[in-house]
């Protein structure tokens, strides 16, 4: 079945980095696009940044997170990855990856991210 594993989260000072990475299974991981969202409490979830699947080269990240974060993939290993550097404490939130087949969007657990001193 489709699963999405997150990691690579934990408490990090402000101005520090972390790489979380997303595993995938169950599905031709390659051919779609992933997102990775976060969610804070109190706060409704926020895109953090998008990889195109299959042939197209495409990324993007959230304008107030630009220069900060990066996404990529690596399909060999099915796993996306979010660098993140120069963390703040409103970075702190639940980090988790998306894709979406036939209008289903299917979801990992996430991994928590606290930026704290």
């Known amino acids: 079945q489709v699963q999405l594993v997150e990691s690579g989260g934990g408490l990090v000072q402000p101005g520090g980095s972390l790489r979380l990475s997303c595993a995938g299974s169950?599905?031709?991981?390659?051919?779609?696009?992933m997102n990775w969202y976060r969610q804070a409490p109190g706060k409704e979830r926020e895109l953090v940044a998008f990889i195109s699947g299959g042939t197209l080269r495409y990324s993007s990240v959230a304008d107030s997170m630009k220069g900060r974060f990066a996404i990529s993939r690596d399909n060999a290993k099915n796993i996306v990855y979010l660098q993140m550097l120069d963390l703040k404490p409103e970075d702190t939130a639940v980090y988790y990856c998306?894709?979406?087949?036939?209008?289903?969007?299917?979801r990992g657990p996430g991994t928590q991210v606290t930026v704290s001193s």
């Open positions: 998306t894709f979406t087949n036939d209008l289903h969007e299917y």
């Open positions: 169950g599905f031709t991981f390659s051919s779609y696009g």
